[in-house]
Nanobody, 124 residues
Framework: QVQLVESGGGLVQAGGSLRLSCAAS????????MGWYRQAPGKQRELVAD???????NFADFVKGRFTISRDNGKNTVYLQMDSLRPEDTAVYYC??????????????????WGQGTQVTVSS
């Protein structure tokens, strides 16, 4: 079993900052990509940013220049620093991890895991 536990969401005024954290634990051999997605009411879940275990990053256009993603491979933790927040950033933010672990067939395989989500609300 693998668990992703997120923290750091909350209420902030427009222009403010928040830092999200997501720690993965459990039966993990290694983690390739970790990232953050978000889902606003009535909208589909969308990628915000992700980062490989080598440190390569990818950002959605709507957060470029405002958000930063980083990770601590030793702690299996990914962070999302969100600056210059806007009301349209309001959403539930979900952590994602692409985990390499021993599967039910006793072979190593990649499995995707999601966190439970953390609410980010930006007031105008």
């Amino acid at each position: 079993q693998v668990q992703l536990v997120e923290s750091g969401g909350g209420l902030v005024q427009a222009g403010g900052s928040l830092r999200l954290s997501c720690a993965a634990s459990g039966d993990i051999f290694s983690i390739n990509t970790m990232g953050w997605y978000r889902q606003a009411p009535g909208k589909q879940r969308e990628l915000v940013a992700d980062i490989t275990n080598g440190g390569s990053t990818n950002f959605a256009d709507f957060v470029k220049g405002r958000f930063t993603i980083s990770r601590d491979n030793g702690k299996n933790t990914v962070y999302l620093q969100m600056d210059s927040l806007r009301p349209e950033d309001t959403a539930v933010y979900y952590c994602y991890a692409d985990v390499l672990r021993l599967g039910p067939t006793k072979r190593m395989a990649q499995y995707g895991y999601w966190g439970q989500g953390t609410q980010v609300t930006v007031s105008s």
